[in-house]
């Protein structure tokens, strides 16, 4: 078996709590399965999964498009709860990207196997599209992940790196946990779920990055097998619901860098999200079944930035760039260097009581712990 399990927590991390990770034949026969919640059973012990736009019909036996939902006899199971093949103490929140919550924080960053998605540009796709039967696995409860996070000093909890919605049921119950226990949950997300699940969820969430990779339904469809309107929606609810939102949109030259698009997109959010949401034009590498691209070239990205403030948008990041100042905040107003990054790290951050202090210009975002 290919060994793609990855951990990045001090060594101590196996101490006493975890010992070894875990591979399928354990996967059934060691640890309970946890039933899916949001799903229907129909006829013939067939059931018809819920939790996002795709509605997938499955038979006994078999799974849905994610390869994480599968029925046995009529009955819906996740088969990726506390199956962890990611788990890191060290992420800044920057690298979420999260640049208006809480920056120079660290997060316990986790992951299980699998996505909803089929982007052909994924980064991390040797984790997100396989399956939980497919790779490596720390099994940890919710309980223990939060008490391994609070006893390493970690306030934040981020649900990323690969769907955290195909493993909703378990970042729901950490979420619970982790609020309970005073600790702050993020997300970064393909923002491909369905309202029902989303409104339970934001509940317990603090802030997260929905990742809107291009603002026409042929782009979503080509490159992701996906569309457009469920991303559109979640984003809304998510502001509506007062969780801190950002946006992460990565431009891929010659795919979805057109200008007039890009403005249409940058309008949209102004209008529906409002000015002040963070947007982030990621810079696009050869990746997975896109190996054929050149990456994107700087000046594309600040193009886009370009439009994106003369739509009205206040705060336009390039990522993925290094050294790139527009990976700084910068006033709204007196146009001040309010935060400096360099890479994921801060250098300077002179917002004071979430106020630029020099004007006094609210600066959106969640400041202080």
Request: charged share 20%; aromatic share 12%; glycine share 6%.
């Amino acid at each position: 078996m290919k060994h793609l399990f990855r951990i990045t927590i001090p060594v101590i991390f196996f101490t006493g709590l975890i010992v070894s990770c875990f591979t399928l034949p354990q996967l059934l026969a060691d640890f309970p399965l946890h039933e899916a919640s949001y799903y229907q059973k129909l006829q013939d012990a067939v059931v018809q999964c819920q939790l996002c736009p795709r509605l997938c019909v499955i038979l006994p036996g078999k799974r849905g498009y994610c390869g994480v939902r599968q029925n046995q006899n009529g009955t819906l199971y996740t088969l990726s709860y506390a199956r962890l093949v990611s788990i890191t103490s060290e992420d800044p929140v920057e690298k979420k990207p999260l640049f208006h919550f809480l920056p120079g924080n660290k997060t316990f960053s986790i992951a299980t196997a699998g996505c909803n998605l089929r982007c052909k540009f994924c980064q991390n796709w040797e984790i997100s599209q396989a399956c939980p039967d497919e790779i490596n696995f720390v099994y940890l409860e919710p309980k223990e992940l939060i008490a391994k996070a609070k006893s390493l000093d970690r306030t934040i909890i981020a649900y990323t790196y690969t769907e955290p919605v195909i493993f909703y049921e378990y970042m729901l119950d950490c979420a619970k946990t982790a609020r309970h226990e005073g600790l702050r949950n993020v997300m970064h997300s393909n923002g491909y779920i369905n309202e029902a699940p989303l409104r339970e969820l934001v509940k317990y969430l603090d802030a997260a990055n929905i990742d809107l990779k291009g603002f026409t339904n042929d782009f979503y469809a080509t490159m992701s097998d996906a569309t457009l309107a469920p991303v559109l929606r979640t984003l809304q609810i998510i502001k509506d619901s007062g969780v801190h939102l950002e946006i992460t949109n990565l431009l891929i030259a010659g795919y979805n860098d057109d200008e007039g698009t890009i403005r249409t997109m940058c309008q949209w959010i102004y209008k529906n999200l409002g000015p002040e949401v963070p947007l982030h034009f990621s810079r696009a590498f050869p990746l997975y079944k896109l190996t054929g691209i050149n990456p994107t070239p700087v000046e594309e990205l600040e193009r886009a930035r370009d439009i994106a403030r003369a739509c009205g948008l206040q705060y336009v990041y390039i990522g993925n760039v290094a050294g790139n100042s527009f990976e700084n905040t910068y006033c709204p107003r007196c146009k001040k260097l309010l935060i400096e990054r360099k890479g994921y790290y801060i250098s300077q951050n002179v917002v004071t009581h979430g106020k630029c202090p020099y004007c006094s210009y609210n600066i959106d975002g969640r400041w202080e712990s």
